[in-house]
């Protein structure tokens, strides 16, 4: 879709089978299950929602995904499934991974981040954007290098440490403009640095990717919030304020793990309306028909 001078392409970059507890936190099985039913084992089918963005002769990559570099084992643990999604999502856009000139994840998690390197040839970690400014809340860095025994699993050196060593790195405190109309605003709640990325081209006209704030369709119920979240309290607080916002000026919201229509509106009352256009093409492209 065009939006002002950006032209956004919606991007599924793979998925994995999560136990379906982190998601739903302390809301009780007998609810959840009736909206989100789970396997055998508990587990859903999540996406990793993205998106692909050109603006004024830039590529922008918003979120990676679980990446490549995962052992066969870890792959199979955790039901891993198209992890090589963001490169082909590129390749059908005629990109390749060096003509990217910035990359933006919402959080550092391992299933955002983990698509921002990969092993290449001889086996060694690489950036997969070799040009491109990594654009990440300073909060968010500072705890992922030395998080709390809680959060830990979440993160992987692996993922972070060879752009720290590229000196591609580019820092911001809180809400920040990277480009005309391209702005990061931290919401913490999930992870202390947890942000949005928001793609604005008038105050009534704007496309947000809500990494874990806005998960699945049924966390746009306020009190549905991950077990994972660090500050319940606070992602409420950011969630009621982005819901307010994009019910009120019809911004287009894109789930950050949604497999079933991820972008779409939602109302005063919390109702969703998938943009049917974006959804279908996702799904013809990576679900199939």
Not at 77 to 98: I, K, M, N, T, Y
Not at 133 to 140: D, G, I, P
Not at 223 to 241: G, N
Not at 261 to 272: E, I, K, L, R
Request: proline content about 6%.
């Amino acid at each position: 879709m065009r939006l002002g001078e950006f032209e956004i392409y919606l991007m599924v970059a793979g998925g994995w089978r999560p136990d379906a507890g982190t998601f739903f936190g302390v809301v009780p099985k007998a609810v959840w299950q009736r909206r989100r039913p789970a396997d055998e084992n508990n587990l859903i089918r999540t996406a990793c929602v993205g998106a692909v963005v050109k603006h004024r002769g830039r590529v922008i990559v918003c979120e990676t995904g679980i990446g490549t570099k995962l052992s066969e084992k870890q792959a199979r643990q955790f039901g891993v499934w198209e992890p090589d999604a963001l490169l082909l999502s590129l390749r059908r856009l005629g990109v390749r991974p060096e003509e990217v000139d910035l990359v933006m994840t919402t959080h550092l998690h391992w299933d955002h981040a983990g698509g921002l390197t990969r092993r290449g040839a001889d086996g060694q970690l690489e950036l997969t954007f070799p040009r491109a400014k990594h654009v990440v809340q300073r909060a968010e860095w500072d705890f992922a290098m030395d998080p709390d025994p809680r959060s830990r699993a979440g993160y992987m050196e692996d993922d972070l440490l060879p752009i720290a060593e590229s000196g591609l790195v580019e820092f911001v405190d809180g809400e920040a403009e990277i480009l005309p109309g391209l702005w990061a605003r931290q919401t913490g709640g999930h992870t202390p640095g947890h942000q949005l990325v928001v793609f604005r081209a008038s105050e009534d006209l704007a496309c947000v990717v809500t990494g874990d704030l806005v998960g699945l369709q049924q966390h746009l119920r306020v009190p549905w919030v991950p077990a994972a979240d660090l500050d319940v309290l606070r992602t409420i607080e950011e969630k009621t304020r982005l819901l307010e916002e994009a019910s009120r000026h019809r911004w287009l919201l894109v789930l950050g793990h949604e497999i079933e229509q991820p972008a779409g509106y939602v109302d005063g009352s919390g109702d969703w309306t998938p943009e049917p256009e974006l959804n279908d093409s996702v799904r013809e492209e990576l679900l199939g028909p």
